[in-house]
């Protein structure tokens, strides 16, 4: 799936889900802790269950490639801290660390730079 579909079905998941409006949804996904709460709070009774270890680390894929789309639709600083939510998450179920995943990323820095200098490659002579 490219960019565009996946922004395409980011967007009819989004029509389809509306918290305040809908009732149903198309197609079931990982949502943010307190949705559920919101959802009552708006007279609704959401249809949700706990996933398993398994279903857990898919769906969190799944919600990162969502969140990446979000953020490559807008470039906003809500879609980049949401893409932080999620990894921090991934991070968590993989029994890792915030900080490991920093140690590495400096690591990483140290030895390969970063993308500060904006240097783009285009093959070899």
Do not use: H
Request: glycine share 6%; proline share 2%; with cysteine.
């Amino acid at each position: 799936m490219d960019l565009d579909e996946m922004i395409q079905k980011k967007q009819e998941t989004v029509n389809t889900m509306n918290y305040k409006g809908r009732d149903t949804m198309r197609e079931g996904k990982l949502v943010r802790d307190n949705i559920p709460d919101i959802i009552r709070a708006d007279g609704k009774t959401p249809v949700t269950r706990i996933l398993d270890q398994e279903e857990y680390l898919n769906e969190l894929d799944r919600k990162l490639q969502e969140e990446v789309a979000e953020y490559q639709a807008d470039k906003s600083l809500e879609e980049l801290a949401d893409i932080l939510e999620v990894l921090s998450a991934i991070c968590k179920a993989r029994g890792y660390s915030r900080k490991d995943l920093l140690k590495v990323r400096d690591e990483k820095r140290r030895k390969r730079g970063g993308f500060e200098k904006r240097i783009y490659w285009s093959g070899n002579e």
